[in-house]
Nanobody
Framework: QVQLVESGGGLVQTGGSLRLSCAAS????????MGWFRQAPGKERNFVAG????????SYADSVKGRFTISRDNAKNTVDLQMNSLKPEDTAVYYC????????????????????WGQGTQVTVSS
């Protein structure tokens, strides 16, 4: 059974940092792109960051470029999201996800292309 478990969320003040981690189990995801999405109350789930299966290419939403960094460790089957200079508008539930298409060279921002999802972790940034 495939499981993705996020951790590292919490409450932080504006300008602070958090590091989210996602641990995958049930299968090895070293050949699959992975991503982070977020969903604020009453809003759609949006792409935040993605990383190719080999870790050589990353992609970010414009709203987080220069502040967030995605990384992965295929030996540990984990993907992390380092979030710096946090703003109140970053408040949301953050989800990690796996693009189930094998060895895609281009990161997709479309949530429908991601087949496996974690349960989410809440990030709240106070002003």
């Amino acid at each position: 059974q495939v499981q993705l478990v996020e951790s590292g969320g919490g409450l932080v003040q504006t300008g602070g940092s958090l590091r989210l981690s996602c641990a995958a189990s049930g299968r090895t995801f070293g050949s699959y792109d992975m991503g982070w999405f977020r969903q604020a109350p009453g809003k759609e789930r949006n792409f935040v960051a993605g990383i190719t299966w080999g870790g050589d290419t990353t992609s970010y939403a414009d709203s987080v470029k220069g502040r967030f960094t995605i990384s992965r460790d295929n030996a540990k089957n984990t993907v992390d999201l380092q979030m710096n200079s946090l703003k109140p508008e970053d408040t949301a539930v953050y989800y990690c996800a796996v693009d189930g298409r094998h060895r895609r060279p281009v990161i997709t921002t479309n949530s429908r292309n991601y087949d496996y999802w974690g349960q989410g972790t809440q990030v709240t940034v106070s002003s």
